[in-house]
């Protein structure tokens, strides 16, 4: 008698659906997209590990199981083959149920310990069984169907298949318990044989083997992850002393420099940014010195020029008299030369004021000199003194004071007014409001403001030191608005440059490009800005805003000088209410 091995099953359950996995690869990819390198090093290490701890323990779990079932089923399966051959061979052929209970009995007592079913017919033709486990025992009920057709097939009889049946064998789950259940039918003629085999003892011993394999895959996991922490500390540390390096270069100081050692990329990455950081300071330094020198140039040129321009303001002055003298002191003939010449000498020298005022900003030693300071009387002093009362509507109410520097507010109002009757023709708008910390405002466009060149009369209670007046927070906010044309949207970003002209075409104009330069830098040295813009309605908008008390500058200066965005004396100084004197009014845009 043979037998042979028929395949059996296995049942594997989908814990997820393939649409579900990719989901999650993708989600767990995407957060470590924007995780640290560091970690990004580690989960890489992590799952390099996992992948090959888990392939090698699932290798040698399958290996073992595989040994293990094999070696016990073939154990089994011989000593039901040979009591096969031994005791129910020896039956007659058709016994009584008590001579195939007695051979199964038999059967049942080897060193394998398992049930034995015996099934065969009686002299009278009527199926007897003989069960080692007794009428409540091994039935024929617990042979799965597909085994007992296996079994009670007949096989073709060839020169390579002597016997017409074989034993078969298969492995089934009976309440969570594994189980080996196989049958063979004696030759010749005689009863068929089942046999049940429990598999739990080997299934504990698989299961101790998983279970020693998942704590050396976990360790495995464990020692992945410090090794990829030990790499990336090694990794990276050269990586992060290079973007401290370059932070460092970023912030100006430019002899930073990398200590380079070993002979690998990132060696020779801080030996490329030490010689970048070298030939940059170089760079920079050449650049520094040529932009002291430019500025020396300028500032010793504008001083040069200045004692011969004083005599030839003095000639020309003397020619003006002349020329407005009613006895006609100067010959018509050469009358037109004489207006240009003393017209070139005024623009002479306020492009030699303006280029002084420049140096001194460059040079950092522009000083403001703070007074408490009403806007609209400033405004109006501004107005005044340039005889702009009929071509500026003022839009301001009295009692919004800041503590200032009413200099160089004035400089910034004429430049500001100035370029707009200029440029964008009168009437010009000038409107004052007041914004405070917490968002509220007041002041600019009212009905029954004042009119052109006019200051609303009306007194208010607020003196200066009070919460409106200067200390008070905030920031005051003035709209210079013209009727013209409005800038052209390439030019608005370049209006604040310096010798900048907004048409190349006529390089000559009555100012220097230097007054919306300076009247920013003046802003600036109070802690203030300008912006251009175009208004709605047509027309260009500058927006001048100051803060109301300028004094936290001198306290910022007296802490750290490096932070000052210019000089700033505690000194009172004149230019009060009408105290404004005349400045230059350059306004080219």
């Known amino acids: 008698m043979t037998h042979e091995q028929q395949g059996h099953q296995e049942h594997q359950e989908d814990h997820s659906g393939p649409r579900g996995w990719s989901a999650a690869r993708k989600g767990v990819w995407s957060r470590l997209r924007f995780t640290s390198l ?29 040994a293990v079932l094999t070696r016990a089923q073939d154990a089994v399966l011989g000593d039901f083959e040979q009591g096969m051959q031994n005791r129910a061979g020896a039956l007659p052929e058709h016994p009584t149920q008590d001579e195939l209970q007695h051979a199964a009995g038999q059967m049942a007592d080897s060193s394998q310990r398992f049930s034995v079913l015996l099934i065969a017919e009686d002299p009278r033709g009527r199926t007897v069984y003989g069960s080692s486990g007794g009428l409540s025992g091994f039935s024929v009920q617990d042979v799965p169907v597909s085994l007992r057709e296996a079994v009670n097939e007949r096989q073709k009889i060839t020169s390579t298949n002597p016997y017409a049946y ?33 598999l ?96 020396r140039f300028v500032a010793d040129m504008s001083h040069e020029l200045r004692t011969p321009l004083t005599a030839i303001t ?33 623009r002479l020298g306020d ?42 509507e003022l839009d301001a109410e009295r009692g919004i004071h800041a503590r200032i520097d009413p200099r160089r507010l004035d400089v910034i109002l004429a430049n500001l007014i100035g370029n707009a009757l200029k440029h964008g023709g009168s009437p010009v708008r ?73 048409s190349a075409s006529r390089p000559r104009s009555e100012g220097s490009g230097l007054g919306l330069s300076i009247a920013m830098e003046n802003a600036h040295a109070h802690g203030g800005e300008i ?13 001048l805003r100051l803060p109301r008390d300028v004094s936290a500058l001198m306290e910022r200066d007296a802490e750290d000088p490096r932070e000052s965005t210019g000089g700033v004396s505690g000194k009172a100084g004149g230019g009060g209410k009408g105290g404004a004197r005349r400045e230059r009014a350059e306004g080219d845009a």
């Open 531 to 543: 912006t251009a813009a175009n208004a709605p309605g047509g027309g260009a908008v500058f927006t």
């Open 314 to 346: 003095a000639v020309t002055e003397v020619l003006e008299e002349e020329l407005e003298f009613e006895g006609g002191g100067i010959d018509p003939m050469i009358e037109p030369a004489v207006r240009i010449v003393i017209s070139e000498t005024r």
């Open 200 to 295: 739990e003892p080997e299934a504990k011993d698989l299961n101790s083997l998983a279970w020693s394999l998942g704590i050396a895959t976990g360790l495995a996991l464990i020692g992945s992850a410090l090794l990829a922490q030990a790499l990336a500390t090694t990794v990276l540390k050269p990586v992060q002393r290079l973007g401290v390096a370059a932070r460092r270069l970023g912030e100006g100081r430019l002899d930073t420099r990398l200590r380079v050692s070993g002979t690998d990329e990132l060696a020779d990455l801080s030996r490329t940014f030490n010689k970048a950081a070298e030939a940059l300071e170089k760079r920079v330094a050449d650049m520094a010195a040529r932009d002291d020198a430019s500025r």
């Open 166 to 198: 074989h034993l078969y064998w298969q492995r089934i789950v009976q309440g969570d318990t594994p189980y080996l259940v196989a049958g063979t039918r004696t030759i010749g003629g005689g009863p068929t044989g089942y046999m049940l085999k429990s």
């Open 430 to 502: 000038v409107s004052v409001r007041e914004e405070r910390e917490d968002g509220s405002g007041s002041g600019g466009d009212r009905p029954g403001a004042a009119g052109a060149g006019t200051v609303d009369g009306r007194e208010t209670a607020d003196e200066p030191g009070s919460t409106t007046g200067t200390g008070g927070v905030g920031t005051v906010v003035i709209e210079v608005r013209d009727q013209g044309p409005g800038i052209p949207e390439d030019v608005l970003p370049h209006v604040f440059d310096r010798f900048y002209k907004a």
């Open 351 to 392: 492009l030699v004021e303006n280029l002084m005022e420049v140096t001194r900003f460059d040079a950092g030693t522009a000083r403001l000199v703070l007074d408490d300071v009403d806007i609209a009387d400033q405004i109006t002093a501004c107005i005044d003194a340039r005889a702009w009362l009929d071509a500026v």
């Open 38 to 66: 560091r970690l990004r090093l580690v989960v890489v290490f992590g799952l390099v590990a996992l992948t090959a701890a888990v392939s090698a323990s699932g290798i040698a779990y399958w290996l073992n199981r595989e």
